[in-house]
Nanobody
């Protein structure tokens, strides 16, 4: 089992910044992908960004250039620095971890955090 504890959400004015953190504990595999997703009311949950064990990153087009994902492998923690926030960034942000098998490089399991609310006022 894996436990994910998110922090850093809140209310901010448009143009402001927030930094989300997600600390993972439990059965984290050596090869994994840590990421952030978000879900606005009435909408589906969408990928914001992810980062692999080796530091490769991927971003949604809507956040590229404004958000930065990073991780501390020693602490099993992933961060999301959000700058130049817009009202359309308002959503519940969820942390996600996907474990991959060392041997087969196949996905084994994945876990979700409880979510943290980010609200951007105009």
């Amino acid at each position: 089992q894996v436990q994910l504890v998110e922090s850093g959400g809140g209310l901010v004015q448009a143009g402001g910044s927030l930094r989300l953190s997600c600390a993972a504990s439990g059965s984290i595999f050596r090869i994994n992908v840590m990421g952030w997703y978000r879900q606005a009311p009435g909408k589906q949950r969408d990928l914001v960004a992810y980062i692999t064990t080796y530091g490769s990153t991927n971003y949604a087009a809507s956040v590229k250039g404004r958000f930065t994902i990073s991780r501390d492998n020693a602490k099993n923690t992933v961060y999301l620095q959000m700058n130049s926030l817009k009202p359309e960034d308002t959503a519940v942000y969820y942390c996600n971890v996907i474990n991959y098998s060392d041997a087969s490089k196949r996905r084994v399991n994945d876990y979700w955090g409880q979510g943290t609310q980010v609200t951007v006022s105009s």
